[in-house]
């Protein structure tokens, strides 16, 4: 960095709505933070996705803004005053959003002080129908346009949807800490995990359908499923009704350690729904060394090489998704081959100090 060039002041949010401030911007606030060239603060709502979020950024000495109640847009017009005195005060160059609620603010305060607006995109109302999809990012786009949003896309997949609305974006990434080097693959049971929310584009009935023949067969494979959501019932009583229940695992919602655990007791992870912007679940398995037979959906394309260290399905083959499975049980040793190229891939591509610096690199020339 030059003596001449200007520090830029980021004002990032790292929580949404319903939830708090998030895991994953948390852990990426520590990182975005000891960027050269960049004042980076962190502003977020009162609450945390789970416990010890808050304390993850006061030990990471990261500058944090709390404004109660900034993620809900009903509280937009009594929160709006508090957050242009804090841009006027500060002289943010930056407010990066999250939601279309930050979005809100952040325009507010590209108007009335000339901020520049990133506009990560995180989700764009997965398991609508077409139209309501189109609807919504065609506003998007026409929003963006208008106020000059620099756009992020999480994946390519991501970024080519919106440039069919002709919006230009920014590949970059979430990133992931490594937990782990090295993992034992040689357990007794066979244990395939997947991890989502019960919602119906997360398609876990397809799954459980999918994989039921297997389940009856052989009965040292299980299929692990943590999560909440609407249709956990439904997917209990399909278990119940194929008479696999006592192969089908439903933890329900549990703590990160506890999944970790799970990943590092697993064989393969499946990722099946119909849509993702990113997708965690894709990348969270393979830093623990998993393959993961995924649909082309959100980062998976971007991450996972077919046959090398995972592989790629098409919507709605249930057929080969189950044929991967048995392939897989039948060549153990593939499994680690596999799971070990899931590592080093997403350690090379995914690390946060490697999306840490295409954030700097992104925002100083902004």
């Known amino acids: 960095m030059h003596a001449n060039d200007k520090i830029k002041k980021v004002l990032f949010f790292g929580s949404s709505r319903g939830i708090g401030l998030t895991y994953h911007l948390a852990v990426a606030s520590k990182y975005f933070s000891k960027l050269e060239g960049i004042d980076f603060t962190l502003i977020s709502g009162n609450r945390e996705q789970f416990p010890g979020l808050f304390d993850i950024v006061k030990q990471s000495n990261v500058k944090h803004i709390t404004i109660e109640g900034i993620d809900e847009k009903n509280n937009f017009f009594k929160r709006i ?3 242009l005195k804090l841009v006027k005060t500060n002289h943010y160059d930056i407010i990066h959003c999250q939601t279309n609620t930050h979005l809100l603010y952040a325009i507010v305060s ?3 002080f000339g901020s520049k607006v990133i506009y990560s995109v995180n989700s764009y109302n997965h398991g609508s129908n077409k139209f309501v999809i189109f609807i919504t990012s065609l506003i998007m786009s026409i929003v963006f346009k208008l106020f000059k949003v620099n756009v992020i896309t999480l994946s390519s997949s991501t970024k080519k949807h919106f440039e069919k609305y002709l919006v230009k974006s920014s590949l970059i990434p979430l990133g992931f800490e490594p937990k782990i080097k090295e993992r034992s693959y040689d357990f007794i049971n066979f ?3 997947y991890v989502a929310k019960f919602h119906p584009h997360k398609r876990h009935a397809w799954l459980i359908s999918a994989l039921k023949e297997i389940l009856r067969e052989y009965k040292d494979i299980n299929l692990i499923l943590p999560g909440d959501g609407k249709k956990l019932d439904f997917c209990k ?4 009704k194929y008479e696999i229940y006592d192969r089908v695992i439903f933890p329900g919602w549990i703590e990160r350690e506890q999944l970790y655990n799970l990943y590092l007791k697993s064989h393969v992870a499946i990722v099946i729904s119909k849509s993702e912007t990113f997708g965690h679940t894709i990348v969270e398995p ?6 993961v037979i995924s649909t082309p959906v959100g980062i998976a ?4 090489k077919d046959g090398i ?3 790629i399905v098409s919507h709605g083959d249930l057929n080969k998704i189950a044929e991967k499975v048995i392939w897989l049980y039948h060549n153990r040793e593939k499994i680690k081959e596999l799971g070990q190229n899931a590592l080093k891939s997403s350690l090379e591509m995914l690390s946060w100090e490697e999306i840490a610096n295409l954030y700097r690199n992104y925002v100083i020339n902004l």
Request: aromatic letters at 20%; proline letters at 4%; charged letters at 10%.
């Open 237 to 240: 009583n399909l278990a119940k």
């Open 301 to 304: 394309v971007d991450i996972i």
């Open 191 to 193: 244990n395939i995990i």
């Open 81 to 83: 005053g508090k957050f």
């Open 286 to 291: 393979m830093f623990f060394g998993l393959p």
């Open 309 to 311: 260290n995972g592989f």
């Open 110 to 112: 590209h108007i009335f």
